[in-house]
């Protein structure tokens, strides 16, 4: 079946505590993307990936790493997470530009204590 | 920069009647894609429908027709003989042919039955 896998669901965590999200694809997109879903506010690109090794920023990437060392994973590091990163995380793919659509994760859940 | 715009924070609608979800944006390209997609409570990002810009003829699936406006930067989102299951956030994105992705702040739809 034709995914975004995204891992874990739902994380508490502390804030300082490094932690990562993973994410996987399994339909060979080149296009892969972080966003950030706040209420009222939409979803907002965090980082997004054209290819293997070529990344760049969003529109809200202070406190977000990523990086894609395989063209399926584009993992979200937050070093230092911080109560304002409490959000709902999405990773989604595309399979280029034009007319297609994303296909998104089921996303993650995040809250910074 | 590209926005999107959707006015109408809450919508509800009586089961079997029709309701239109507005969505306006700002952009300066004459090339361009518009999608609504749909968050049920699971969190799943489901893409409802696409339009492409440079076609005049308004997008159908099945209930769900779009009503663009390419002059007026408007792409609202008719779903008709409203089900229970229609109930979630919808989110209309804004895509340019860089590959990225803008989303409203959403609207949250509420079936009665």
């Known amino acids: 079946e034709a995914q975004v896998t995204q891992n874990p669901r739902y994380l508490i965590t502390v804030t300082g505590k490094k932690l990562t999200v993973t994410c996987s694809q399994n339909?060979?997109?080149?296009?892969m993307s972080w966003y950030r879903q706040d209420p009222g506010l939409g979803l907002r690109q965090i980082y997004y990936?054209?290819?293997?090794?070529?990344?760049d920023k969003g529109d809200v990437p202070e406190g977000y790493k990523v990086s894609r060392k395989e063209k399926r994973n584009f993992p979200l590091i937050l070093e230092s997470p911080s109560p304002n990163q409490t959000s709902l995380y999405f990773c989604?793919?595309?399979?280029?530009?034009?007319?297609?659509?994303?296909?998104f994760g089921s996303g993650t859940r995040l809250t910074v204590v | 920069a590209q926005t999107v715009t959707q006015s109408q924070p809450e919508m509800s609608v009586q089961e079997a009647e029709t309701v239109t979800l507005s969505c306006t944006y700002d952009t300066s390209e004459s090339d361009y894609y518009l999608f609504w997609y749909k968050q049920p409570p699971s969190r799943q990002m489901i893409l409802v429908i696409r339009?492409?810009?440079?076609?005049?003829q308004n997008a159908t699936e099945n209930r769900f027709s779009v009503n663009f406006q390419k002059a007026a930067k408007s792409f609202s989102l008719k779903i008709s003989d409203s089900q229970l299951g229609d109930a979630a956030m919808y989110f209309c994105?804004?895509?340019?042919?860089?590959?990225?992705?803008?989303f409203g702040a959403g609207t949250r739809l509420t079936v009665k039955p």
């Open positions: 339909m060979n997109h080149e296009y």
């Open positions: 339009q492409e810009a440079y076609k005049q």
């Open positions: 989604a793919s595309s399979l280029g530009t034009g007319s297609y659509g994303y296909t």
């Open positions: 990936s054209m290819n293997v090794e070529v990344t």
């Open positions: 994105a804004y895509k340019y042919n860089n590959n990225d992705m803008r």
